[in-house]
């Protein structure tokens, strides 16, 4: 299993304490330490892993501690699943446009409030901070675009590097990012794959009307109405 450790390491101009991200492996929670490793502060970070993992937890952990890390740089935290306003909504990029428009936010379009989000990224270079990229789509995944952009550092959470957009991967690989890989113990639901199994353990044998049930337990499965799982 990997920890994420923020490891003292002096103290900024300002006073304030100076951490490093430190990623430790073990085989067990209380187990010898097999490998740790110092995450450079100056390269972007992708940190992949299922459901579980804690992928969003490390996220949060960074962005709790980014005034240490990142201490001369704006950070900015944002999560696929809220809706794009509520990624506008911060009291900085607030600030920038009414001064910049010269109208109360209240009045602005919404296509001018994600163009504020997106000078303000790139005129403070802010460290953006980014969970459940794989969920991106449509306007999101394209301000999400120009945001990495005009970005100083990026740090991502994704269920895997190949469940992320395309245009979102062919960027993350140019800037070439350090890579976390985390394991997660949840369980997951085989019940597609025995349901598989045994239709073809049924016509093997000659069971053919077993099959043909199987077969129908299979498509009211996959119905529009079945349960999803998230």
Known sequence: MHMLLMRPNGRWTDGTTRRVPIVRERARKY????????????????IAGANASGKTRWLAK???????????????FLRATEPLQRWCED?????????????????????????ALIHWVHDSQAVLLLDDAHKLTGRKLDVVLQLCRECSRLVIGTWS?????????????????????????????????????????????GWWQLAAVLAGMKVLAGGRRAARQH
């Open 161 to 205: 590097e190949q469940s992320l957009p395309m245009s979102l991967r062919m960027l993350l690989d140019r800037r070439d990012p350090q890579r976390i890989h985390l394991h997660s113990e949840a369980a997951y639901d085989v019940t597609n794959l025995v349901i598989w199994l045994l239709m073809i353990a049924a016509l093997g044998i």
């Open 31 to 46: 187990g010898p330490i097999l490998d740790e490793r110092v995450l450079s502060v100056r390269k972007d970070l992708l």
């Open 62 to 76: 960074l962005n709790d501690k980014a005034a240490e890390i990142w201490a001369k740089q704006q950070k900015l």
């Open 91 to 115: 009291d900085r990029v607030i600030a920038w446009a009414e001064k910049h428009h010269g109208r109360p936010w209240a009045r602005l379009r919404a296509f001018e409030r994600a163009d």
